[in-house]
């Protein structure tokens, strides 16, 4: 019977010290990614208000006559 090569100790502490080091590397990647996209969400949803916003002013200047006292605050 053949013997089966077998990872001493030493080999295996090695390993998992070895897979602990790359998973705290990759833990760390992900919460640089996640912080990343939650200020892009909340970039986003700035814009989002900002375009709102400007819709309404539209919508409600659209919506009225200027008088010449608006026409001329715009020149201005």
Same mark, same amino acid.
């Given at each position: 019977? !053949?013997?089966?090569?077998?990872?001493?100790? !030493? /080999?295996? *502490?090695?390993?998992?010290? +070895? +897979?602990?080091? #790359?998973?705290? +590397? *990759?833990? !760390?990647?992900?919460? @640089?990614?996640? *912080? &990343?996209? =939650?200020?892009?969400?909340?970039? !986003?949803? #700035?814009?989002?208000? &900002? &375009?709102?916003?400007?819709?309404?002013?539209?919508? @409600? /200047?659209? =919506?009225?006559?200027?008088?010449?006292? /608006?026409?001329? @605050?715009?020149?201005?």
């Amino acid at each position: 019977m !053949a013997r089966r090569h077998s990872l001493t100790l !030493a /080999d295996r *502490e090695q390993v998992l010290l +070895s +897979s602990q080091r #790359e998973l705290r +590397s *990759e833990v !760390a990647r992900l919460r @640089r990614e996640e *912080e &990343y996209l =939650g200020l892009k969400v909340r970039q !986003a949803r #700035e814009q989002v208000r &900002y &375009y709102e916003e400007l819709l309404g002013l539209l919508r @409600r /200047d659209w =919506g009225k006559t200027p008088g010449l006292t /608006d026409l001329v @605050r715009r020149l201005g």
